[in-house]
């Protein structure tokens, strides 16, 4: 079983910046997880991909954030990052941490608001 804990959503205006964070517990998490993301949810809308790190380290980004959106990861592998700056009102979402294992289960986040006012 892995534990997500999600911090760091809020109100910024248009142009500003916030960054996610995720924690990750849970037995042997560190050698557990094959893949950290960041998805997110707008209202209407279904969950999509924002960005995910892999255990190599390569990074994959939705076109829609690419260049202001930055995703890392800590060397021990319990927490992921999601820099966000250049924020635009349709970046408005719910944004939920995922992890991937090794046993290929996926664990979800809570979800975190994100409101970007214009």
């Known amino acids: 079983q892995v534990q997500l804990v999600e911090s760091g959503g809020g109100l910024v205006q248009a142009g500003g910046s916030l960054r996610l964070s995720c924690a990750a517990s849970g037995r042997s998490v560190s050698i557990t997880i094959r893949a950290m993301g960041w998805y997110r949810q707008a209202p209407g809308k279904q969950r999509e991909l924002v960005a995910t790190?892999?255990?190599?380290?390569?990074?994959v980004y939705a076109d829609s954030v690419e260049g202001r959106f930055t995703i890392s990861r800590d060397n021990a592998w319990n927490t992921v990052y999601l820099q966000m700056n250049s924020l635009k009102p349709e970046d408005t979402a719910v944004y939920y941490c995922?992890?991937?294992?090794?046993?290929?289960?996926?664990?979800w986040g809570q979800g975190t608001q994100v409101t970007v006012s214009s």
């Open positions: 790190i892999g255990r190599g380290g390569s990074t």
């Open positions: 995922n992890v991937q294992t090794f046993a290929s289960r996926d664990y």
